[in-house]
């Protein structure tokens, strides 16, 4: 008598194919909406402030172009510089740790009854 192969009763997985253009985020002149928006809107706030087209054209370029540079092999790199900001920088206590650890406490403390440190 032969062990059953516990394999032979599962299904198969259904296989499916992903093509890395549904994975992109939307671009815009080449530079993801999460970089291409607020480059926008420093350029119109550069316009507001100095009057001068040109120099809201030249940082808006020179932003666009530091930005393509930026995507260039990464088309993700701003969410995950985003995503950074939003989990690792906003951590106050990583150079008590070394490195990002979040406490259900603040960093500052909290006085309780009961909970006593030191």
């Known amino acids: 008598m ?16 992903l093509f890395l253009a549904v994975t992109r985020p939307t671009m815009w002149l080449g530079v993801p909406i999460e970089a291409s928006l607020p480059i926008a809107l420093a350029a119109c ?47 106050r206590n990583r150079v008590w740790w070394g490195g990002s650890s979040y406490s259900p406490l603040p960093v500052a403390g909290l006085k309780r009854r009961g909970f006593h440190h030191g």
């Not at 059953?4 to 198969?12: C, D, F, G, I, T």
């Not at 930005?67 to 260039?72: E, I």
């Open 2 to 17: 032969r062990a059953a192969n516990p394999s032979s009763n599962q299904e198969k997985l259904r296989e499916e194919i």
């Open 45 to 91: 706030v550069t316009l507001i402030v100095t009057g001068n087209p040109l120099y809201a054209l030249a940082f808006g370029g020179a932003a666009f172009a530091v930005a393509r540079l930026v995507v260039r092999h990464d088309a993700n790199a701003f969410r995950l510089l985003m995503l950074w900001t939003r989990t690792k920088a906003r951590c």
